[in-house]
């Protein structure tokens, strides 16, 4: 019989063949409830948020998938759960914070759709995670390539610091309330890629000084 463990473990060989990826920052993902959000650029992408725990997530999809037999059985194993494109799914919301009050992970793509574009690094983020984490009072953590997986070429995947909303626990939320703090995962999505890259090549500028400064000695 499949189990979660076992296709995460079979799929996730496959990937680091045709897609190879180095996660960074796994450690930061403590045990317990949390929304993992990432930028979205193959299928292949669920696999980068499943392996930052040993812990089970279960996955925000998209109901098309549950029209193949097949994806819908393995959907069903991992106890996926399938939303509508526009969003407005009353039930998968229920499950997901029912999930996160148990203590469980649920990730997402909360740009909605794969990026297919060449030059724009975040499409428009759809919303909803901002919701369930208020909700269930539970952390953030944003999962980020650093560019979009390639065939045989090893990618960076970055795990960023988690994103606290407690100033807005126990409070009357509106619709400018979830609109800021939607934004402040954006924002912490970008740096987070950002972030990496800028302390890489503030290492790379340092190790050619000392390059420079051991030859004139």
């Avoid at 897609?19 to 045990?31: A, M, N, Q, T």
């Avoid at 990432?38 to 998209?62: L, P, Q, S």
Wanted: aromatic share 10%; charged share 35%.
């Amino acid at each position: 019989m499949l189990t979660y463990g076992f296709l995460k473990k079979v799929v996730n060989g496959f990937v680091q063949i045709v897609y190879p990826y180095k996660l960074i920052g796994k450690e930061k993902v403590k045990d317990g409830a949390c929304v993992l959000v990432g930028n979205h650029y193959r299928i292949w992408d669920i696999v980068h948020m499943a392996c930052t725990t040993k812990e089970k997530v279960h996955f925000i999809t998209k109901k098309e998938l549950y029209k193949s037999k097949f994806l819908a059985h393995l959907c069903d194993i991992v106890e996926a759960i399938p939303v509508s494109r526009d969003g407005q799914d009353a039930k998968a919301i229920m499950t997901a914070l029912r999930y996160l009050k148990k203590g469980e992970k649920i990730s997402m793509f909360p740009e909605g759709t794969r990026n297919k574009t060449k030059d724009v690094e975040l499409l428009p983020l759809k919303g909803g995670a901002a919701l369930f984490a208020i909700k269930a009072k539970v952390p953030v953590y944003p999962v980020m390539c650093l560019r979009k997986t390639r065939l045989f070429i090893r990618t960076k995947i970055v795990v960023g610091d988690p994103i606290d909303f407690s100033d807005f626990y126990d409070i009357k939320m509106t619709a400018e309330d979830y609109e800021k703090a939607e934004e402040r995962i954006r924002e912490r999505m970008l740096a987070t890629k950002h972030d990496y890259l800028a302390k890489i090549e503030a290492e790379k500028q340092a190790k050619k000084k000392r390059g420079k400064e051991r030859n004139q000695k």
